[in-house]
């Protein structure tokens, strides 16, 4: 193993671009997931059949096929009914749809956690069905379903080097490439699996962040003393243990 080669790599704008076009496929798919999911998961509970039932055939189609399934047939597939995306938007709108499935579900569950009461409650005190959902449910819910969504965002990223398959220049792929053309493959994939380190760390940190911003007790508790190297270390390692149960798409 060569020091100098990977340290080359992981300075070069090739290893660059693909970094940043991993970190912009994972982020730009997981706002339209998180969006198509919250749509879903209010669908879920609308009493209209037809909804319902659509929402169901939505949740059962992505849920039940691989994500590389679907990356493929949205660039290959498609453009024979004339509907065509470049290889880039195809891997974001799989992988957008394939989020939306898994954060519906995520979202629900959060949404369900709010006991009727309190919503009953809104209702008493003339509240809308937006501001009760605005004011009484997502706050309550957004607790409950912030570590199981940052787990997705972090599977999301790991996901992400799929789009590989159809030739968008993400950083496997550079990795990949840059081996085949030296058959340095363990300088140039080891400089990729820094990368992902680095911008899975970033997530976590993120992830808690937000449960530190949106839970009092523990921002109080942080605000104490909790800082530092070492509660770093700690969150980070708690993120690991707890997306230990990551699903394999």
């Known amino acids: 193993m060569s020091l100098d080669l990977v340290v080359q790599y992981l300075t070069s704008q090739s290893f660059l671009n693909g970094a940043w076009i991993t970190l ?5 798919s997981l706002f339209f997931g998180v ?4 749509i879903i998961a209010l669908a879920q509970q609308v009493r209209f059949a037809p909804v319902r039932v659509l929402t169901v055939l939505y949740l059962w189609l992505f849920r039940g096929t691989p994500v590389l399934f679907q990356i493929i047939f949205i660039y290959n597939v498609l453009p024979s009914f004339d509907i065509r995306f470049n290889a880039f938007w195809s891997g974001v709108i799989a992988l957008s749809l ?7 579900e995520i979202i629900r569950s959060g949404l369900q956690s709010v ?3 309190q919503r009953i409650a809104g209702q008493a005190l003339g509240m809308s069905r937006l501001s009760i959902l605005r004011w009484i449910i997502m706050p309550q819910a957004a607790r409950i379903v912030l570590p ?3 787990n997705q965002m972090i599977g999301m990223l790991k996901t992400s080097a799929l789009v ?6 993400d950083l496997l792929l550079v990795a990949n ?7 340095r493959y363990f300088e140039a994939l080891t400089a990729a699996g820094i990368y992902y380190l680095g911008l899975t760390t970033i997530f976590m940190m993120a992830q808690g962040a937000m449960e530190s911003a949106l839970d009092p007790k523990l921002r109080r508790r942080r605000a104490a003393g909790d800082r530092g190297p070492r509660a770093v270390a700690r969150r980070i390692l708690t993120s690991i243990q707890t997306a230990g149960g990551d699903n394999v798409r």
Request: hydrophobic share 50%; proline share 3%; aromatic share 8%.
């Open 24 to 28: 912009l496929i994972t982020l730009v």
């Open 98 to 104: 394939n989020e939306g499935a898994y954060m519906a």
């Open 164 to 169: 590989s398959v159809i030739a968008v220049q």
């Open 115 to 117: 006991k009727k009461g």
């Open 35 to 38: 969006l198509a999911g919250f």
């Open 148 to 150: 199981p969504m940052g």
């Open 177 to 183: 490439q840059t081996a085949s053309a030296d058959f």
